[in-house]
């Protein structure tokens, strides 16, 4: 019997099978970072929604959350961590062999 190799499916990430999670990291993969309400708008969520999946992404080490003010605004940026960044890429690569490459 030969040796097979993992079935690219062991390299998906299950903190992004959530869709809304799937997208905040695509989003933040493009950017330095994000504030909260630019992130809501175009994902097209409620805040509520936005801070629970964001709460599971800090988590699992995904996203950093940073609290500050603008004036006497709260406002809440957000990025990805360096970990995160290289997890989401791998999750990437993964979608891609299982794909095989069909468009």
Known sequence: MTQQTRHPR??????????????????LAAVESMAFGELRDELQVSDS?????????EKAGFVKVAKGFVGKRPRTT??????????????????????????
Do not use: D
Not at 10 to 26: G, K
Not at 52 to 57: A, H, N, R, V
């Open 49 to 57: 929604v936005l801070s629970k999946q964001i709460t599971e992404l």
């Open 10 to 27: 062991f390299a998906l990430e299950s903190e992004l099978a959530h869709p809304v999670r799937f997208s905040i990291v695509a989003a």
């Open 78 to 103: 957000l990025s990805l961590t360096a970990q995160g960044l290289r997890r989401w890429r791998l999750h990437l690569e993964a979608l891609r062999a299982i794909a095989g490459g069909s468009a």
